[in-house]
């Protein structure tokens, strides 16, 4: 009996019936331990002592691995074939070597770069060691992130109130996004012409679409003509001008196809064409890469979507020749399969690229969800066409000249002669450049030609464009910052951590977020320069393939990051304010339409502006508080609107007046009334813009909770409020959400006691009937027990026993499948196991008899070596560092 061991229950399944009743096949659901998210976890004093942990669900599936090895001959780790997967696997032999399990088995370690029988097979007849500098250099990017993120982060907490967090690569991702914002706000408009004319040359009937190029005797280029006056004039001078044909020019080119997809190049290609973001591409690749269920059999569609490599098996290259000879023709295939090397910097670890499993497998053959559907026609005609014939095109130019040539135009067109991979495929580009056709008609060099129609054009530069989720990628890789594979994740720790928000697909820089890259700029410069970032990428890349001793990186690294954070360790929260008031003064002293100086207080005329740091985040105040209060968020606007003295008019039964003010927590309404000690308030909802709120809406925001009526049953009054939680109706201790601010003040007594009943029926987990499930997925298939999705507060979820796990904005109930939600399971599992272990261990009585294994040092997982004294340290992290190299 052997027992192997992969990622995903979607992957085990799948290898499950390739390999028959001989083979268990088990999921890890990814990592079984990982550094605990402490202070002390990666000790540089104790030459980089790793600490690792196994909490949760993973102690479980370790378990069960463990149990099914009693009955086993061999344990085959079969992880993904790449840095992350060999690092997984280490960690099971790690896990599993502390339980001794492993005594008398055999260890095998094998990769496969596709889920098909064949790949399969052909990996378990030729399993190989573990490879330990692939892991170290996993050990090595673990630790560097670690110590970053737990050694910057509370620096910032202590020295910039309101920043979440910092990191290696998402601190430098950031930094992109913020300087290319300074460039829009910094960049000036430039006003330019442009004259175009169509041309009839003697005897023909077409128009010729012509630019000029030459004025008095000046070459035109696109900013030459910065005014109307002169456009006009050029205007005139071709409307006056006989022109004669001075050269034609037909040149053939070709253009070659694009090399099969990389994730990176994958992640860009699915975000211009399908509008997919990078975990939505990666989690669609996923499944096609684990299997889809095909006739009756699960079948693994793609191959690895983890690679920097643009190679492929000449196997592959030769079938789909063979497919392309089949669907376009003799014509369309090359004299030789075309070979193609990655250009991208840094880039590693040979594999294949992304491609179809098998190339007979047409799009249109498989039915697949819409997700699985798009993404894999996507694969599919990159990879055919990079096997196909190069594109012919002909590239025509024209140029019309007047007699003693001081004007000159020119018209250019390129006719496709071979339409080649055209035919499948056509690469997406950020500037959506046209490969169209614009045909010019045949001319005689010397002919003579009259400008019938002229058209002079102004136009105003433009700023260069935010990033978008494609553009963003590709300047991180070309820069060599980060891991295509870790991409996806780094862009969704900016958007979590409200560093960044997305705009018609677009980055656009949270205040907190810039105020964050401007303190490092200023006190971390080096850590958040691209060139430091790459080069750790290229250190991190000779550990891997064993030119740099892993230890030995960390080293360098640390002496000169610890060294930066003790120079700053007295650092004053004035120096900072200082400094950001110098780096940040576009964002926070905005010019003023009226010339007045911007750092002085518009309120007060006395106080200075500066910057301000509050628990929630920045923002701009007075220097004369408390006698002045006035504030303002950061990136200015209108003055008179935040400045907190917006009165919108008296109260009809109080006569108080109701001001508009602008807090740290939004906009909100405030109306002191006499003979009150506080005044009271009411916030703006969400989706209102404050300029809208006339007196009208102000009273009734102002006036909530609203009473809706008496409830019939018990005569107590039912109110609509607006919360902390959002608007919702309210019944003694009961509360039921409403659909919207506006219900509020709509809903009435019908409406509102049956919301209510339905939440004494339904209270979600508080006591009362379960709610029904919005889908039903299945039984788990490792530990048994039901998933269903729920209707949530927050949205719909995935609900496995105790663990809820919300469903991603891209996933709806109606879709997701029992692949994607043991997914989710095990993600929040991963997380959410630190809340159960104190239970376990609470009870005094048991701390003698914890001793024995400290004493024994056997067994015991390294969540005893986290609860125990220093003593038991050097123990935990032994078989981390040294044992199982020695034994590779």
């Given at each position: ?49 790793m ?50 399990v ?42 560097l ?38 460039e ?14 169509d ?92 299997g ?147 045909r ?51 862009l ?9 928000r ?98 002085i ?66 906009p ?18 969400k989706?209102w ?24 049953e ?88 105790k ?5 991603p ?9 029992l ?25 005094p009585?048991?701390k ?8 024994k ?26 044992s ?5």
């Open positions: 009996m052997n027992v192997v061991v992969v990622e995903s229950p979607a992957k085990a399944k799948t290898i499950n019936k390739y390999l028959g009743s001989d083979y268990t096949v088990l999921a890890s659901f990814g990592h079984v331990r990982d550094l605990p998210p402490k202070d002390g976890s990666v000790r540089p004093d104790e030459d980089f002592a600490d690792w942990t196994v909490e949760g669900k993973s102690k479980e599936r370790i378990k069960a691995i463990a149990d099914a090895l009693k009955n086993a001959d061999t344990l085959i780790l079969a992880t993904d074939p790449d840095r992350e997967g060999e690092a997984i696997s280490w960690h099971l032999l790690e896990a599993l070597q502390k339980r001794r492993l005594k008398d088995k055999q260890v095998q370690r094998v990769a496969f770069n596709a889920i098909t029988k064949k790949a399969v097979t052909d990996a378990i007849a030729n399993p190989r060691e573990l490879d330990m500098e692939l892991v170290e250099a996993y050990l090595a990017r673990r630790a992130d670690y110590l970053v993120g737990f050694t910057l982060s509370p620096v910032l907490w202590r020295k910039l109130p309101g920043a979440r967090s910092a990191g290696r690569v998402q601190s430098v991702a950031l930094r992109l996004i913020t300087e290319r914002e300074t829009i706000e910094r960049f000036i408009t430039q006003e330019y012409w442009s004259v175009d004319a041309v009839r040359t003697d005897g023909a009937d077409t128009l010729i679409a012509s630019k000029l190029t030459r004025f008095e005797g000046e070459k035109i280029t696109r900013l030459t003509i910065g005014e109307e006056k002169r456009a006009r004039a050029a205007e005139a001078a071709i409307k006056a001008a006989d022109f004669t044909v001075a050269s034609v020019e037909a040149k053939p080119t070709k253009r070659n196809p694009p090399p099969p997809f990389t994730t990176s190049t994958l992640q860009q290609e699915a975000a211009r064409k399908l509008g997919f973001d990078a975990q939505r591409t990666m989690r669609t690749a996923q499944r096609l890469y684990e889809v269920e095909l006739g009756g059999e699960t079948v693994g569609l793609i191959t690895y979507m983890r690679t920097d490599g643009v190679s492929m098996d000449m196997g592959a290259m030769m079938q789909a020749r063979d497919v392309i000879g089949e669907r376009h023709g003799a014509d369309f295939v090359p004299e030789k399969p075309r070979f193609y090397s990655t250009k991208a910097k840094n880039a590693q670890e040979a594999h294949e690229a992304i491609r179809p499993t098998s190339f007979t497998r047409h799009p249109d053959d498989l039915r697949l969800d819409a997700d699985q559907a798009r993404l894999y026609a996507l694969i599919w005609k990159r990879a055919v066409a990079s096997q196909m014939e190069a594109a012919r095109l002909e590239r025509t130019t024209i140029d019309f000249e007047n007699a003693d040539q001081s004007l000159a135009l020119r018209a250019t067109g390129s006719v496709v002669t071979f339409p080649g991979f055209f035919a499948l495929y056509q690469e997406g580009r950020d500037d959506e450049e046209d490969e169209g056709e614009n010019l008609p045949q001319v005689t060099q010397g002919a003579k030609a009259k400008a019938e129609k002229t058209l002079a054009e102004q136009h105003f530069t433009q700023p260069p464009p935010r990033f978008t989720e494609a553009s963003l990628v590709k300047k991180m890789e070309e820069l060599g910052i980060g891991r295509p594979s870790t991409y996806a994740s780094t969704s720790v900016l958007r979590d951590r409200d560093y960044v997305m705009e018609d697909k677009r980055f656009i820089p949270e205040d907190k977020g810039r105020v964050v890259i401007a303190f490092l700029e200023n006190f971390f410069q080096r850590y958040v320069q691209y060139d430091f970032t790459a080069s750790l990428e290229d250190q991190l890349d000779k550990v891997s393939s064993g030119d740099l001793e892993y230890k030995q990186l960390l080293r360098d690294f640390w002496k000169d990051f610890h060294a930066s954070i003790e120079d700053i360790a007295d650092l004053r929260i004035g120096d900072v304010i200082d400094a950001m008031n110098i780096a940040l003064a576009p964002l926070i002293f905005p010019p003023r339409e009226d010339g007045s100086d911007p750092k207080c518009p309120k007060c005329n006395v106080g200075a502006l500066s910057l301000r740091l509050g628990k929630h985040g920045a923002f701009v105040g007075c220097s004369n508080y408390p006698d002045c209060r006035y504030t303002r968020p950061l990136g200015g606007g209108d003055l008179d609107a935040v400045e907190g003295d917006g009165e919108l008019g008296e109260h009809p039964e109080t006569g108080a007046m109701i001001v508009l003010k602008d807090g740290r927590f939004g909100y309404l405030e109306m002191q009334v006499e003979d009150e000690d506080k005044p009271r308030r009411g916030s703006i909802p989706g813009n404050p300029a809208d709120v006339t007196l009208e809406k102000a009273v009734a925001l102002i006036d909530l909770p609203r009473k809706v009526g008496v409830h019939p018990d005569g107590e009054i039912i109110e609509a409020g607006i919360g902390r939680y959002g608007p919702f109706v309210k019944h003694g201790k009961t509360y039921a959400n409403l659909s919207s601010a506006e219900e509020v003040f709509e809903v009435g007594l019908n409406r509102a006691v049956d919301l209510i009943a339905q939440k004494i029926a339904n209270p979600r987990g508080r006591g009362g009937a379960a709610a029904a499930p919005l889908k039903e997925l299945g039984e788990h298939p490792q530990e048994g027990g039901a998933i269903n999705v729920m209707s949530g507060r927050y949205g719909p979820y995935v609900k496995f026993g663990i809820n796990a919300t469903l904005k891209d996933m709806t109930p109606e879709t997701v499948t692949e994607q939600a043991l997914e989710l399971i095990a993600a929040k599992a991963a997380k959410s196991p630190a809340k159960k272990a104190p239970a376990k261990k609470k009870a009585a048991k003698p008899a914890a001793k024995k294994p400290a004493a040092k056997t067994d015991g997982d390294t969540k005893t070596a986290a609860k125990k004294t220093p003593a038991k340290k050097p123990a935990a992290k032994k078989p981390a560092t040294k199982t190299k020695a034994k590779s």
